[in-house]
């Protein structure tokens, strides 16, 4: 019998960008924790229409730059409906990482689109995250306008990849400037 698979079952590891040349191959943006695991996949997915749908991957190249061919995509054209789509793998074949440890790895597009709550409190969204003098900056939609919110382990206490969370308790006042 085979095992279903749900929203649930999947990890988001990167998105893909524009197809390179005209061989079908699609650079890719993938977070540096989730490599291994891709390189080691016999599949990648793509979130289409709300569905998860599986492409077998046929190469993975990395000069010069992360690229994946995909079985039965032969020209950029076959390949250009996959453009600026989020890839996912499935769960089991991720490594189970300490979130807390991202911060020290963070990849830029981890944790973009995941929301960001203070004391319980839904703040925003990260629509961005730009690397500053010492620090990370997110930065959040927040009531009509974009705040920055810094993102450290003194502020951030728990981080739930599958919901798209991030948990901090942020100084009082921050939110204000």
């Keep these: 019998m085979r095992k ?5 079952d999947f990890r988001e590891i990167g998105f893909s960008m ?16 989730y490599f291994d695991a891709l390189e080691n996949s ?4 793509f979130l289409i229409d709300g569905q998860h749908i599986p492409f077998r991957i046929k190469e993975l190249n990395e000069s010069p730059y992360l ?5 039965k995509f032969d020209s950029s054209e076959r390949v250009e409906a996959l453009t600026n789509k989020k890839i996912f793998l499935p769960n089991n074949e991720c490594p189970v990482i300490d979130e807390l440890k991202m911060l020290e790895k963070l990849d830029i597009p981890a944790w973009i689109g995941f929301d960001i709550y203070d004391n319980n409190a839904k703040i925003g969204t990260i629509i961005d995250i730009v690397e500053m003098p010492g620090q990370l900056m997110a930065f959040v939609k927040f009531q009509e306008k974009e705040v920055m919110i ?8 728990e981080i739930d990849s599958q919901k798209k969370r991030i948990f901090a308790n ?6 204000k400037l």
């Design 18 to 33: 524009k197809p390179f040349k005209v061989d079908g191959f699609l650079k890719i943006e993938v977070a540096e924790m």
């Design 170 to 175: 942020l100084p009082e006042g921050l939110m």
């Design 67 to 71: 690229m994946v061919k995909l079985e």
């Design 150 to 157: 810094p993102l450290n382990e003194s502020f951030i206490y």
């Design 4 to 8: 279903s698979l749900f929203k649930e």
């Design 42 to 45: 016999s599949h990648v997915f």
